[in-house]
């Protein structure tokens, strides 16, 4: 089944939020309010406190931007600008980053000064979300041009910007709900609007616990970031 368009959720909200089979116009008061109504939805479902949400992972490969390809003795590369998480790793599931077919261990920053000397195959992230982030290799290994660079990493969602905007939300019924609530508060219908609110709510534990179901299996088979 194709992801549910903008468009296509906001015409459910309005169809039972006026109860006919009419649309607002994509230009309209009412429909740009909802679009940012369904902004806030979806930062509810990126930020829910204690998931990390399976749709939200992405390899470096089919990102928009950051570099993918090695320059000689080059030991600092720029990472995608929707990079939200850099791969962490730890010491019993630890992250890579490949070049080529050779694995790099990633390494939190707060070890990287003990590795001065070493000659290990390791790098690191450093930066934040809002700065952005950079992708860091031991200097003192020798890296030559074209080598491919490869990692898995956790993106920002994506937001609403058009009509045909999709989201990674595994069921994007959750908006519309979080929508109507909002609109039936403004409405002063406080009964409605809870109503909606708990359908929305019921619907997001749904999704934690598909997520979590998820990231057991992938955990159980040794999985991390990488390949």
């Given at each position: 089944m194709a992801a549910l368009t903008e468009s296509e959720i906001l015409d459910l909200v309005y169809s039972m939020y006026e109860s006919d089979?009419?649309?607002?116009?994509?230009?309209?008061?009412?429909?740009?309010?909802?679009?940012?109504?369904?902004?806030?939805?979806?930062?509810?479902?990126?930020?829910?406190?204690?998931?990390?949400?399976?749709?939200?992972?992405?390899?470096?490969?089919?990102?928009a931007d950051g570099d993918k390809t090695t320059n000689a003795s080059d030991y600092s590369y720029a990472c995608p600008?929707?990079?939200?998480?850099?791969?962490?790793?730890?010491?019993?599931?630890?992250?890579?980053?490949?070049?080529?077919?050779?694995?790099?261990?990633?390494?939190p920053v707060s070890k990287v000064q003990q590795m001065q000397t070493s000659q290990d195959n390791w790098c690191y992230f450093t930066g934040s979300q809002k700065d952005g982030f950079t992708l860091k290799f031991n200097p003192n290994l020798t890296i030559i041009a074209g080598l491919t660079i490869e990692y898995d990493y956790y993106k920002q969602a994506s937001?609403?910007?058009?009509?045909?905007?999709?989201?990674?939300?595994?069921?994007?019924?959750?908006?519309?709900?979080?929508?109507?609530?909002?609109?039936?508060?403004n409405d002063g219908l406080s009964g409605e609007s809870t109503q909606e609110m708990q359908i929305a709510e019921q619907m997001i534990e749904q999704m934690k616990e598909n997520a979590f179901v998820v990231i057991d299996d992938e955990l159980s088979n040794n999985a991390g970031f990488g390949r």
């Open positions: 089979q009419d649309t607002w116009a994509a230009t309209s008061d009412e429909y740009l309010t909802a679009r940012r109504y369904c902004k806030a939805a979806i930062l509810r479902w990126e930020y829910e406190p204690g998931v990390l949400w399976t749709q939200l992972y992405k390899r470096l490969s089919s990102a600008t929707d990079m939200r998480l850099p791969p962490k790793g730890d010491d019993q599931s630890p992250d890579y980053v490949w070049l080529n077919d050779t694995p790099y261990m990633v390494l937001y609403f910007t058009a009509p045909t905007s999709t989201t990674e939300m595994e069921n994007p019924m959750f908006i519309v709900h979080y929508v109507l609530s909002r609109f039936y508060k």
